[in-house]
């Protein structure tokens, strides 16, 4: 079962920097909830071990370029009783309205149909629930950099907010 509210969170994702930024803004975003980053899979394991009942774990699809499987089937063993979420928001396993915060880091730029995945997005959280983007700005400067990275656009902050 997922928590309601989770008594800590631990964010895996293989881009240290990432994974920091995630720590701080769901931090300021859910006070009151512990919230720990790691940024690598053997790290990771030790530090389920370490979390309270209640806890819930968010990871990054890829790990090291690679799927993450056998690290969610890994920390499933040690920790069978903690939800681990991975998942794309259009096919959530969360209900309407359950979500205090979303953060979205270098993310929405790589989908195609990012209005629907906002909308999905919106649709989970609860009132008064915050939505952190993080995205690249400037359409200008769009180049074939961005284009070998999977991104399908950069963002302007009306652009956003049209959206949202």
């Known amino acids: 079962m997922i928590p309601v509210r989770p008594a800590a969170v631990l964010i895996v994702d293989d881009d240290r920097d990432h994974a920091r930024i995630a720590q701080i803004v769901l931090g300021a975003l859910v006070p009151g909830v512990p919230v720990e980053a790691c940024a690598d899979p053997i790290n ?42 991975q998942f794309d928001l259009t096919r959530s396993p969360l209900p309407s309205a359950s979500v205090d915060a979303i953060v979205m880091l270098n993310v929405l730029e790589h989908i195609e149909d990012d209005n629907g995945e906002l909308a999905v997005s919106l ?5 008064g629930g915050r939505l952190c983007l993080f995205v690249p700005a400037l359409p200008g400067l ?3 950099i961005d284009h070998k990275s999977g991104h399908f656009r950069r963002y302007t902050k009306k652009s956003l907010q049209t959206r949202v």
């Open 44 to 85: 990771a394991l030790a530090a389920v071990a370490d979390l309270p009942a209640g806890a819930l774990v968010l990871m990054d699809r890829l790990i090291d370029g690679v799927e993450s499987f056998d690290v969610v089937v890994a920390m499933h063993a040690r920790r069978p009783d903690l939800p681990i979420l």
């Open 123 to 127: 649709q989970l959280l609860r009132p």
């Open 142 to 144: 769009y180049s074939s």
